[in-house]
């Protein structure tokens, strides 16, 4: 199973929007509505931001949303701040026999 | 409150085992399954596997199959991942995690557990 491909790197200025896309297959991203985005600062833990393609963990910023279309999830971060900047990856149940599929990571800079 | 707590650093010669354990608390351990993940420097997230503290069952990711074992122990909410035959590719932090609720995510991480192998 590959790992779902994303953007190794997005910027944007704070206060601006970006969006992180996470391409998968139809055995992963297009068959489950099941895509969750983690957020990594460096040497810390991922954190949850969004689960099921679009609902938010207690705690987390509604300035991240997600969404998803055909084989392609995606993560919009609105009102950069320059506590956004860290690494984001997403993930994707794939199945019984698979069961989970992570992106390649995502380098968020607030410039 | 929640929390995973695993154990220290290891620094392993290439052709040994590992074991590492991830102590859970502030919920009800059996409840939950836990899930290993590694990230090698540098590098992205890789799934290893799951098992399921009622039962014991497991489910390891094929890249690990063979190589990886889960276990736990109820009596202190403990859970842990022994990596066998170790490469130095296998140098990596290993994290476990909780799965959510009803929900196929990851709400939950403990603070990593570094492991270097090293001749």
């Known amino acids: 199973q590959s790992a779902l491909t994303q953007p190794a790197s997005v910027s944007g200025s704070p206060g601006q929007s970006i969006t992180i896309s996470c391409t998968g297959t139809?055995?992963?991203?297009?068959?489950?509505?099941?895509v969750s985005w983690y957020q990594q600062h460096p040497g810390k833990a991922p954190k949850l931001m969004i689960y099921?393609?679009?609902k938010w963990p207690s705690g987390v910023s509604n300035r991240f949303s997600g969404s998803k279309s055909g084989n392609t999830a995606s993560l919009t971060i609105s009102g950069l701040q320059a506590e956004d900047e860290a690494d984001y990856y997403c993930?994707?149940?794939?199945?019984?026999?698979?069961?989970?599929?992570f992106g390649t990571g995502t380098k968020v800079t607030v410039l | 409150q929640v929390q995973l707590v695993q154990s220290g650093a290891e620094v392993k010669k290439p052709g040994a085992s590992v074991k590492v354990s991830c102590k859970a608390s502030?919920?009800?351990?059996?409840?939950?399954?836990i899930h290993w993940v590694q990230q090698a420097p540098g590098q992205g997230l890789e799934w290893m596997g799951w098992?399921?503290?009622?039962?014991?069952?497991?489910n390891y990711a094929q890249n690990f199959q063979g190589r990886v074992t889960m276990t736990r122990d109820t009596s202190i909410s403990t859970a842990y991942m022994e990596l066998s035959t170790l490469r130095s590719d296998d140098t990596a932090i290993y994290y476990c995690?909780?799965?959510?609720?009803?929900?196929?995510?990851?709400?939950?991480w403990g603070q990593g557990t570094l492991v270097t192998v090293s001749s």
């Open positions: 098992i399921n503290p009622n039962s014991g069952a497991t």
């Open positions: 139809s055995s992963d991203v297009g068959s489950y509505n099941l």
């Open positions: 502030g919920f009800t351990f059996t409840g939950y399954f």
């Open positions: 995690a909780r799965r959510s609720s009803g929900s196929y995510s990851f709400d939950y």
């Open positions: 099921e393609v679009s």
């Open positions: 993930c994707s149940y794939a199945g019984s026999s698979t069961n989970y599929v």
